[in-house]
């Protein structure tokens, strides 16, 4: 038998917060609406109290096997509401006693049909599955992942960008650089990722950010060169914007990364960056060849190098005070970011 390892509450927080979860589980036809959660009765208090067009489910859950006193516990709840109901102190409607466990044998499912309660097994492990894929993290938070756009250095989109001074087409700017279509299209959409960029049909354009950045350009340096003032644009855009892509979520997982594995061995070395990053980025099964990894590792953090957030001396990392800074105020914006979608379902 597979020993479940959970706070019950963390169950019923699940089922409270996705009804469609819960009527999954226990393949109802009807939509259900939570009345109430642990709601406090003379014999105790009731878990979950959902209805169901004119009926009333009284659901008590357990994160273990049936026991008898199961059904003692949620009969007693039943009576308590038939009260209620009898003295007009209660909403009217069937009321249909349900026990969830993790294991019922055939006699106590027919003992407890007898008694009138609905015992159903369920599996929690299910249940949080469902849970994570359907959690309100529309911030990209579970799905965006680092993406491969083809650009080395993040300097090499500044030339495409100091020329959109008018609305471009990609086949336009290949035209003025000299350049094959397809690497203009992959240094724009690149910039696209950064928020430096935005698309019009087939017409590219400055956005906001990008005038921003393209202002804060220092003559003095080469074109692919990235001022201070453009490095400390794009910093502070990943940090407050830390899900928007998968180029900025690429940057922040590198050097959160390195950073991370300071704690172990310090300077850190690539071979254990490469297995870290992958991981962490939710790149295993995606960039699953040595090549790949090889390619995305040294690509983003070249994206890290060139914002100043990490060092590279050889095959040893190090963190920058830009890095350091970066990361505890990465820190902070990512909780607030989750905070913010996760208050969404209330």
């Not at 006699?107 to 407890?112: E, N, V, W």
């Not at 359907?134 to 799905?143: F, H, R």
Request: glycine letters at 6%.
């Amino acid at each position: 038998m597979v020993t479940v390892e959970i706070r019950e509450s963390e169950i019923e927080d699940i089922f409270a917060q996705y009804p469609s979860l819960l009527r999954k589980t226990l393949r109802l036809p009807n939509e259900l609406t939570l009345i109430a959660r642990q709601m406090i009765l003379p014999s105790g208090r009731l878990d979950l109290l959902y209805s169901s067009l004119s009926n009333l489910l009284l659901v008590e859950l357990k994160v273990e096997s049936f026991r008898e006193s199961f059904l003692k516990q949620i009969l007693s709840y039943r009576a308590d509401l038939t009260t209620l109901q009898a003295k007009g102190e209660f909403v009217q409607g069937s009321l249909t006693p349900i026990l969830l466990c993790t294991s019922v044998n055939k006699d106590s499912l027919m003992f407890a049909r007898q008694k009138g309660v609905e015992a159903h097994v369920y599996d929690p492990a299910e249940v949080l599955i469902e849970f994570y894929n359907n959690a309100p993290l529309d911030t990209k938070y579970l799905t965006v992942r680092p993406s491969d756009k083809g650009i080395w250095r993040i300097g090499l989109i500044n030339e495409s960008l100091y020329l959109l001074e008018k609305p471009s087409t990609a086949s336009e700017i290949s035209l003025e650089r000299n350049r094959s279509p397809k690497t203009m299209g992959n240094q724009l959409a690149f910039a696209v990722e950064l928020d430096l960029v935005q698309r019009d049909r087939q017409k590219y354009l400055l956005t906001p950010r990008g005038r921003q950045y393209v202002e804060a350009r220092d003559k003095h340096l080469a074109t692919s060169g990235i001022s201070k003032e453009q490095a400390n644009l794009l910093r502070k855009f990943i940090i407050t914007n830390p899900f928007y892509s998968g180029v900025s979520f690429g940057i922040l997982t590198m050097t959160t990364c390195i950073f991370e594995l300071s704690k172990n061995t310090y300077p850190v070395p690539l071979e254990l960056v490469s297995r870290h990053f992958i991981n962490a980025a939710g790149l295993r099964y995606r960039w699953d060849s040595t090549k790949a990894v090889d390619k995305g590792v040294k690509m983003y953090s070249n994206y890290a190098i060139d914002l100043g957030l990490v060092g590279k001396i050889g095959d040893s990392y190090f963190v920058t005070p830009g890095g350091l800074n970066f990361v505890l105020l990465l820190n902070m914006h990512k909780s607030l970011k989750l905070i913010e979608n996760s208050s969404k379902i209330d």
